[in-house]
């Protein structure tokens, strides 16, 4: 039954939310006048024809923040930043930062190595878009930002103009470097004015919480060192993903180490960005969380923050709240999107056991439009950084609450999660006649997901360690994991690296994984991988553009990422067999007129040219079975090619038994 209260009975009450500080001052925005009483102001909604309140106000029954007074007021301009971390979050998030502004903004970490590649055409971290935002910030640019067009990077629902921020403050011809990287920690925190912290949170390995709680002895590191080296109040905000409740550890410690004078502001400010479309999602985000103490000084401090996201990010997506609001809405958000992800895969396995089709089932559900498309798509399990790491917070956190029947609920994700990769491993040795030893098994994309070189909690972890245990020979391939990274990962996964390189080889292509090969699995949804034409892969994604000049017949002054980048080959000239001789990569080198590779695909501004997955066929051996992990292959047109091909919840050409 839905709702009796819909949104059209509501009554026309605006909240207004949180003002513009300098910018209203400054005429750059019109403030609300006299008509800024209180958080629940009765304003008719005429009142929203003008752009002046469609900018400032937000109806109070879609968003819920502080009253505009506590945030409407004199605060500190914020000219330099500095980044503790110069990974996955701190690197990007500075590179927008100061791309879309001309604040100084200086990324540091004690890695050497990490701040050189961040200062090299080699970055350290892979998203689409990010070379040319880093290298624009850094280097400077001729024609500042105007030659950079980020419009292809903007998602549909902003491409009518709504939620348009401007591009940057650089004006003129000239670009000035903005962005800096190094590893003088301590000058970087004597010369900020605000320090995002963005320091690994793992999950604790060993002690109390071991396995669940998240180990918080960087953030920590991190804090002491701040309270020891500023001589200069500060505001430290809180971007790690950390518990409920950590900001207040945080401002413990700077009190309590503080030096004469010296005073400390703490803010959260999770970060909602996924991997893949992190630029994406930091041009263009939902919404941006402060959260502060409730405070004079809590709130000035949430207000300098404020106007540095207001530069890009319209202001009725800067929400502001408490400091445990923030930190836990973080962990939430990310637990709910696990909770579809495993919602879906469960379906999938009775899909495969009935005849369903999941792919089916999931558009009919997502076309509902209280749940949505997103986030419905299945495949081996979610991997990366977050989704795992916050739902075992959550679990620690509501066992240490006492809440059991909230953890166990919670828990369920994880289990489900790790029952859906050993369920298609399962699947796969079936298919292969109940035994893997000494067949060759090629595994590819070692990604967590596409359009992103970050392996942790990858599935194709789980799915090497089984193979290898079962006797198989495992062919690794991803175009964007370094070698030495799949090593690594591997060996942390409980692997001896001497007797790892006995069973499992890591290919410069697709086409050397594949020879004598038994069987392909297709583990990271890679679209170099697919065979689908566009017209059968209607979710084309942003992500997977970069950033071009702004007319296709203007010139850009910075070069484009395919100019530093390029994806490793799909056909070198020579590749070893596995008695170690070497013979040709493939039997031809022409294409078959039934291998459906006629198209191409552009993937983070790499030019990638598909999987010929005719010249796969003639290289493997007989039956050929191909497990599509991603559900990315057109099962028809690889049949024709005399594959078997297995999808994840859907009937296989073997047509298993359920094996859930």
């Known amino acids: 039954m839905e709702d009796a209260t819909s949104t059209r009975d509501r009554p026309p009450v605006l909240q207004i939310r949180e003002g513009h500080s300098a910018h209203h001052r400054s005429g750059s925005t019109p403030t609300i006048g006299s008509q800024r009483k209180n958080s629940m102001d009765q304003i008719d909604y005429t009142e929203l024809r003008r752009p002046a309140l469609r900018q400032t106000l937000t109806p109070g029954y879609q968003r819920v923040t502080r009253n505009i007074n506590t945030i409407d007021i004199p605060h500190k301009t914020i000219k330099k930043i500095t980044c503790l971390g110069a990974g996955f979050v701190g690197g990007p998030t500075s590179a927008v930062t100061a791309f879309k502004t001309s604040i100084e903004v200086t990324v540091v970490d004690v ?65 000035r ?10 000058q970087a925190i004597s010369d900020a004015d605000l320090i995002f912290v963005c320091v690994n949170t793992p999950t604790k390995s060993n002690g109390i919480g071991k396995g669940a709680a998240a180990d918080i002895g960087f953030v920590e590191a991190a804090t002491r060192h701040i309270a020891k080296v500023a001589k200069e109040s500060k505001i430290v905000v809180e ?23 010296v005073q400390f502001d703490v803010l959260s400010n999770p970060e909602f960005l996924a991997e893949g479309t992190a630029i994406r999602d930091l041009l263009h985000p939902d919404r941006i969380i402060i959260g502060s103490m409730p405070t004079s000084a809590g709130y000035r401090a949430a207000a300098s923050l404020a106007e540095v996201y207001a530069h890009w990010v319209p202001r009725d997506r800067i929400i502001t709240m408490n400091l445990w609001s923030s930190e836990l809405s973080k962990l939430a958000a990310n637990a709910m999107l696990a909770q579809r992800i495993s919602s879906v895969n469960a379906l999938s396995a009775i899909c495969e056991a009935t005849g369903a089709d999941v792919d089916e089932v999931s558009y009919a559900c997502g076309l509902d439009s209280r749940i949505g498309p997103r986030m419905l798509k299945a495949g081996p399990g979610f991997g990366g950084s977050c989704f795992q790491k916050d739902i075992f917070n959550i679990v620690y956190l509501s066992e240490s609450l006492h809440l059991y029947e909230v953890a166990d609920y919670w828990r369920a994700i994880i289990n489900m999660n790790d029952h859906q990769k050993q369920r298609f491993t399962k699947r796969i040795i079936s298919c292969l006649f109940n035994n893997l030893t000494g067949k060759r098994i090629a595994v590819l994309g070692f990604a967590f997901k596409k359009d992103t070189s970050d392996t942790r909690e990858s599935p194709a972890l789980t799915f090497v360690g089984n193979f290898v245990a079962e006797g198989a020979h495992v062919a690794i391939y991803d175009p964007r994991v370094k070698e030495r990274q799949i090593w690594k990962d591997l060996v942390d996964n409980g692997g001896d690296l001497e007797k790892l390189k006995l069973k499992v080889d890591v290919c410069e292509s697709a086409y050397v994984a594949c020879t004598d090969a038994d069987a392909v699995v297709i583990v990271t949804e890679w679209d170099e991988f697919s ?89 493997m051996r007989k039956p050929m079975f191909v497990f599509d992990g991603r559900n990315i292959l057109d099962r028809v047109k690889l049949e024709k090619l005399g594959f078997r091909v297995e ?14």
């Open 111 to 175: 890695n050497k190595e990490r701040i050189a590649a961040w200062k090299s055409d080699n970055l350290p971290v892979y998203e689409p878009g990010l070379d040319e935002i880093v290298r624009t910030a850094r280097d400077g640019a001729v024609g500042g930002n105007k030659d950079v067009c980020i419009d292809h990077l903007r998602p549909p629902e902003a491409s009518n103009g709504a939620g348009a921020a401007q591009t940057g403050s650089n004006n003129g011809n000239v670009r």
């Open 647 to 660: 999808a994840i919840g859907k009937v296989g050409s073997s047509t298993p038994a359920s094996y859930g």
């Open 531 to 619: 065979n689908k034409t566009v017209q059968d892969t209607p979710e084309t994604t942003f992500s997977t553009s970069v950033l071009t000049e702004v007319s296709p017949n203007k010139k850009s002054s910075v070069k484009s990422s395919m100019q530093i980048q390029k994806s490793k080959p799909h056909s070198p000239p020579q590749s070893p067999t596995l008695s170690g001789k070497v013979r040709s990569a493939s039997n031809s080198m022409t294409p078959d007129p039934e291998g459906f590779t006629d198209y191409g695909t552009n993937t983070g501004g790499r030019s990638v040219e598909r999987l010929d997955w005719a010249r796969v066929a003639r290289g």
């Open 177 to 186: 470097p903005n962005l800096f990287f190094s590893t003088d920690v301590d």
């Open 239 to 261: 971007k790690s993903t950390v518990p409920c409740k950590t900001s207040q550890s945080i401002r413990e410690i700077l009190e309590a180490n503080a030096q004469q004078g």
